[in-house]
Structures are given as structure tokens and as C-alpha cells.
């Protein structure tokens, strides 16, 4: 069965930076691209990074294009999101997700694609 953990959330101030992590169990994670959604509160969730497998090509939303990196590290079963010079906008629940294994992400990504999901980790941005 195939399970994601988010961890490394936090409290941070405007400008700061957090490493999270999704760590993937079940699979072997080589064959799967991974996801990263964010929902802000009162507002729809948003797909904003994803790594794929084969390549290891990466994909960002605009709003976080250049602030944020995505990598990945298929020995230890484990996916990051590196957030760099984060603002308040960037608060909400971080959440990595996996789609079907054949599943490539391009330049859009759609929460419908993935299929299995973590239970989020709070990022926080307050000064």
C-alpha cells in the first residue's frame, strides 16, 4: 500500500526558508512522479510543484517559480520542497501526493491525477 508522509512544517517569518519532506512508503518511489498541493485557508488548493521519475524534470507553479525547489532522492524513499524567501501568501497546508506510476507531469498539474495523498504538514508565514 502505497503511503506519503509530509513532515518539516513550521512556524517562519517573511523572507525565511523550510525544508519539507515527503516520505513515500509501499512503492518503490523510482517509478512515480510526486506532487506538491498547498491550500491557503479560505482558498482552493493548489498544485505547485512536481518531480517525475524517469527524468527527474521539474515542474513549478508561477507563484512559486524560482522561490521554490523541488528534488528528490529515490534511495531513501523521499521527496523535498525546499521553500526559500517565503511570504505570508505561502502559508497553508503542504501536501505531496502520487499519481498512477505511467502519470508524467508537464507544465500543468491537476489534483485529479493523484491518487494517493499525505495528511499535509501547516507552514506558517508570520512575522
Known amino acids: 500500500q502505497l503511503q506519503l508522509v509530509e513532515s518539516g512544517g513550521g512556524l517562519v517569518q517573511p523572507g525565511g526558508s523550510l525544508r519539507l519532506s515527503c516520505a513515500i512508503s509501499g512503492v518503490t518511489l523510482d517509478y512515480y512522479a510526486i506532487g506538491w498541493f498547498r491550500q491557503a485557508p479560505g482558498k482552493e488548493r493548489e498544485g505547485i510543484s512536481c518531480?517525475?521519475?524517469?527524468?527527474?524534470?521539474?515542474n513549478y507553479a508561477d507563484s512559486v517559480k524560482g522561490r521554490f525547489t523541488v528534488s528528490r532522492d529515490n534511495a531513501k524513499n523521499t521527496v523535498y520542497l525546499q521553500l526559500n524567501s517565503l511570504k505570508s501568501e505561502d502559508t497553508g497546508v503542504y501536501y505531496c501526493?502520487?499519481?498512477?506510476?505511467?502519470?508524467?507531469?508537464?507544465?500543468?498539474?491537476?489534483?485529479?491525477?493523484?491518487?494517493?495523498w499525505g495528511q499535509g504538514t501547516q507552514v506558517t508565514v508570520s512575522s
Open positions: 501526493a502520487a499519481p498512477d506510476p505511467m502519470y508524467y507531469c508537464s507544465n500543468f498539474m491537476s489534483e485529479v491525477d493523484f491518487g494517493s
Open positions: 518531480i517525475n521519475a524517469r527524468d527527474g524534470t521539474r
